[in-house]
């Protein structure tokens, strides 16, 4: 491209940019100085028939006075407790201090513990539980169902210990009922 034609483009652009901030000038200046819209005639202006203060409701409103927890926004501390009645009942008020959490449910076996057995060799005892339909046959020491750990085995019941809290509950021997196909 010539120079002469990059000239004749450059006076182009300014003419067009002209003619728009020509036309942005007439529009703002059309619909006022803060650029509200034309009055289109649909205003109504609310229909009040006296319009006064009402020093009544004022008056009202001053002596009002807040009774909510006094609480700032601004703090992320919860808001201090509300005052205590003053009397005798207030010394005998109870506890004092952080609540302590409740203390964890039992630990539940999902297993029968039904009898025990003596090894020949080496003398450990073993347990056979149930789950469901499965036996399992555990040693002490040994875990069983992924999470629990037999720890003691004794005449009249198992010590188990569940390995992720290392709580410990006494599962008793139970008897297994009579078996059906032997009665038959």
């Known amino acids: 491209m010539s120079r002469r034609t990059e000239i004749y483009v450059l006076v182009a652009l300014f003419a067009v940019l002209g003619v728009v901030l020509y036309r942005m000038n007439q529009s703002s200046?059309?619909?006022?100085?803060?650029?509200?819209?034309?009055?289109?005639?649909?205003f109504q202006p609310l229909d009040i028939q006296a319009p006064q203060l009402h020093l009544d409701q004022l008056a009202r409103l001053k002596k009002l006075e807040y009774t909510g927890s006094h609480r700032n926004i601004f703090v992320a501390t919860p808001p201090p407790p509300p005052p205590k009645p003053a009397g005798p009942q207030s010394e005998q008020?109870?506890?004092?201090?952080?609540?302590?959490?409740?203390?964890p449910p039992p630990l539940e076996i999902p297993a029968v513990f039904f009898g025990y057995a003596t090894r020949s060799h080496g003398g450990r005892r073993v347990a056979f539980?149930?789950?469901?339909?499965?036996?399992?046959?555990?040693?002490?020491?040994?875990?069983f169902l992924g999470q629990y750990r037999l720890v003691?085995?004794?005449?009249?019941s198992a010590d188990v210990e569940e390995v992720s809290t290392g709580r410990h509950t006494r599962v008793p021997l139970i008897e297994p009922p009579p078996d059906q196909a032997s009665n038959q």
Not at 29 to 42: C, N, P, R, V
Not at 96 to 102: A, D, H, I, N, T
Not at 152 to 156: G, T
């Open 29 to 42: 200046t059309a619909t006022g100085a803060g650029g509200a819209q034309a009055f289109d005639g649909k």
């Open 93 to 103: 008020a109870g506890f004092v201090g952080p609540r302590q959490p409740p203390p």
């Open 129 to 143: 539980f149930t789950s469901g339909d499965d036996v399992l046959i555990v040693a002490e020491g040994d875990t």
């Open 152 to 156: 003691h085995i004794d005449n009249e």
